[in-house]
């Protein structure tokens, strides 16, 4: 097997353990790997440079914070990475949750180079494809925070299906306001017809407005 | 038959019986000199009252005297056996007053002797009739006998030697004594005196000493009915106390002894002979007993006695006996010496107790703990197999990373040869590792799983607190175990649950071990907390752990001991987690560290 790379991608290393920790550094440096080591849990989360992306390989059994609550807690940050788990002896039970909460894999410490830099490679590519989703997500959300108060008004009725008169009559306002505004929230929003917008919406994770809203 | 002659025989009669009653007491009991003393003087007073009646009856004046000079030794013997019996009776009495009375009483029996015709007269010229109780009686005439002033002399010194001894004896406490014994003794003086002196005015035929003894023999007789009524008392409560005595030796299966060392002979009651197989009526002597004692002991227990009687120590003995059955019994033995006036060791008297039973009990928590280290030892590596697993797969899983990293750096054309031999380095140490790894579990070696049952936990704290009780003891710790009764059953496997407690027990006493008193004490509590499960807390006022490392203390192989293997808390916690518990230790604000674990109450488990 043969890694391709990334020149951004860092592999965290966190384990107690400092010899294991500097052979597998050793391992993923002339595998060809950005590695950074970490000697507890509470050190990684301390000092892992924000927004870096990558993976995390961890000792499952580590004093104070443990790999399992490591994980959970990395998970409920901002700035989530994905989590392959080394132990030194793995019983089901605790590899079955450790998946469950979205461990890409989890392998005994004695697991053969090519079964880890996979495990690695499948933890980069989706940290990779997640950070795209989530850049993604991002830029659409931030087309949506331009709208005014109003548009947001008029965009959540459109999305609902309604038509302009029946926006209009909602709203109180002129037929040829909701038409003015339609047609300002869909150049802001850089969409030309309301299946484009509809789809935009779902994308960035925006109301579509099921509950109609003010409607009396 | 005349009166006087019945009274006299009476009197007489009464004399002689006494006698015989206080002789035949002294010949029962040779140590009893009072009753010897008594029987002569009594006797004596028998012989007198018969001389006297002899004497009424004398028809010549030289057969009257010839009477009355044996009267005058067996007074000279009523006299100086009373003495001697008033200081053997009162235990008082001045000695020089007594040897006094003694010489001069014996010095009267010369001129009795030599001068003619006895100590009272001078001469007796002729027998004058005298009626008495209708009765006539000789009665002598004659000149009194310049010696008689003797006989004043010693009756003074007696009156004055009885009334000291009398009071002495009142003062003492021994009023009833002192009362009777001289108040008789001295109205028998002056009486047989006064007599005396009406004798030789020839108003009285005869001194009538044996009517003035008869005094003191009523004194005797009514002391001796009162010893008698005092000897019942004595007999029914010894008889009361021996019953009591029986009964507590019975219930304490107690064996009584004792040693009579001149006569070289063992006396003992049936449940001590029974037990080392002696027969009712068989002689045992020091040595024979010696030869039921165990071989091994022999010599020990023969010391034991030895010294006691050498150093007057009491004597004090576990020895093994070889029993009638071929069976061997423990034996433990205890004894005081009883020394005769002189200091010399007379007797050793004592009781034995089998503690066959204690023994056993012993040896079979020695062996039960013996066992339960030994189970501990190897189920210890049977929870040991996840330990160990993690602990060797750390340097394995290093070592195999160090070797991928060489293939990688070989694949290149110019290998880096720093960080190739940099890496064979830590392959080395990492080897270094897992080979120490096994070496510390490799006497460990045993396989043991788990078997789950329903324990009550209550039961198995108190039997693990049985456990180390000898090892709290001999740390002069204490060991409070607080657990409600009302603690519901738990779901385990019970060994491995003792070892669990036996580490932490162990680890605290270990903590405590050289700290002052009242930090020697370790508690046990167990309860059922509000979510139903069960929590255990050993705690102990030693010096907790130290700060930083709480966490890591259940590792494998983290240690503050010495000596310790680091495995204890590891396995501890192997098992708590195998039964679906946590364990963690916390330091006390006040000092000290407390151990708690969960378990799960077994009707919980069963229907989750």
Known sequence: ?216 | MSWITVVWSMITAVCLSFAAVHLLVWLRSRDARTNLLFAISAGAAGVLTILELVAFRAATPAAYGETLRWMHVAVAIVVIALVWFVRSYLREGRIWLAWTITGLRALVLVPNFIAYPNATFGEITSIASFRLVGETVSVPVGEPNPWRVLIHASVLLLLIYVVDAAVRAWRQGDRRRGLAIGGAIVAAAIMSAVNSQLMVRGLLPGPLTGLAFLLIVIAMGSELSLDLIHARELARSLRESQQRVELATRAADLGLWEWDIERDEVWANEGARARVGFGLSERVTFDRYLQRVHHDDREATREAVLCALREGADFKAEYRISGPDGGTRWVAAQGMVLRDAGGKAVRLRGVAMDVTARKRDEAELQRQRAGLAQLQRASAVGQLSVVLAHELNQPLGAILRYAETAELLLQKEAPDLEKLRAIVAYIRSDDQRAAEVIDRVRALLQRRSLQFETIDLRGLIAQVAGLVQAEVQAREATLDVSVPGELPEIHGDRVHLQQVLLNLLLNSLEAVQGLSEERRGLTVEAWQRGDGKIEVAVHDRGPGFPAGQISSFFDPFVTTKVDGTGLGLAISKTIVEAHGGHIWAENDPHGGATVRFTLEAAHDRGTA
Do not use: W
Not at chain 1, 62 to 81: E, Y
Not at chain 1, 107 to 135: M, N, S, V, Y
Not at chain 1, 177 to 182: E, W
């Open chain 1, 1 to 216: 097997m043969s890694p391709a790379p990334r020149s951004q991608a860092t592999v965290f290393v966190v384990d107690d353990d400092a010899s294991y920790a500097r052979s597998l550094e050793g391992m993923l440096c002339a595998s060809g790997y950005e590695v950074k080591c970490f000697t507890s849990a509470a050190d990684f989360l301390a000092r892992r440079p924000a927004g870096a992306a990558g993976c995390v390989v961890m000792d499952l059994q580590m004093p104070g914070m443990d790999g399992m609550a490591l994980q959970q807690a990395l998970a409920q940050s901002g700035d989530p990475l994905p989590v392959v788990f080394l132990t030194g002896h793995g019983d089901i039970p605790t590899s079955v949750t450790a998946i469950r909460r979205g461990a890409e894999d989890f392998l005994t410490k004695t697991a053969p180079r090519d079964q880890l830099l996979g495990a690695i490679e499948r933890a980069l590519a989706r940290d990779a494809h997640e950070r795209r989703a989530r850049a993604h997500r991002r830029g659409l959300q931030a087309r949506f925070s331009g709208l005014t108060p109003r548009d947001r008004e008029v965009l959540a009725h459109v999305l609902r299906g309604r038509l302009n008169k029946q926006i209009a009559a909602d709203l109180g306002i002129s037929e040829r306001s909701v038409k003015r505004h339609r047609t300002s929230l869909m150049a802001k929003l850089r969409v030309e017809s309301v299946a484009e917008l509809t789809r935009l919406a779902v994308e960035a994770g925006i109301d579509t407005g099921d509950h109609p809203a003010g409607s009396s």
